[in-house]
């Protein structure tokens, strides 16, 4: 299993910035986290990938975060952040941690709980 915490949402005016960690906890028969990201679910809407890492540091973006947000790890802690600036409206949603754990045989998503952002016009 692997149990994911997330913090860091909340309301913040168009314009500002918000920074969102998730520790993740691996136990029993995950090995180590492979790929962290962030995705996020608008009322009405699907979830979708906001941004991803790899366990060497490669990342990815959704084209519409490119330049605004950025997305880090610390692997010694399990912990991805999202650090998100010239937040727009269009960006409110619930973010989702994802972590994908390795184990003997194959990968598992696991998902956290997930945080509001709400971004005000």
């Known amino acids: 299993q692997v149990h994911l915490v997330e913090s860091g949402g909340g309301l913040v005016q168009a314009g500002g910035s918000l920074r969102l960690s998730c520790a993740a906890s691996p136990s029993g028969i995950i090995i180590r986290i492979n790929d962290m990201g962030w995705y996020r679910q608008a009322p009405g809407k699907q979830r979708e990938l906001v941004a991803g890492?790899?366990?060497?540091?490669?990342?990815k973006y959704a084209d519409y975060v490119k330049g605004r947000f950025t997305i880090s790890r610390d692997n010694a802690n399990n912990t991805v952040y999202l650090q998100m600036n010239n937040l727009i409206p269009e960006d409110t949603a619930i973010y989702f941690c994802?972590?994908?754990?390795?184990?003997?045989?194959?990968?598992?998503?696991?998902w956290g709980q997930g945080t509001q952002v709400t971004v005000s016009s």
């Open positions: 994802n972590a994908r754990g390795l184990t003997i045989r194959g990968q598992i998503d696991y």
């Open positions: 890492i790899t366990s060497g540091g490669t990342t």
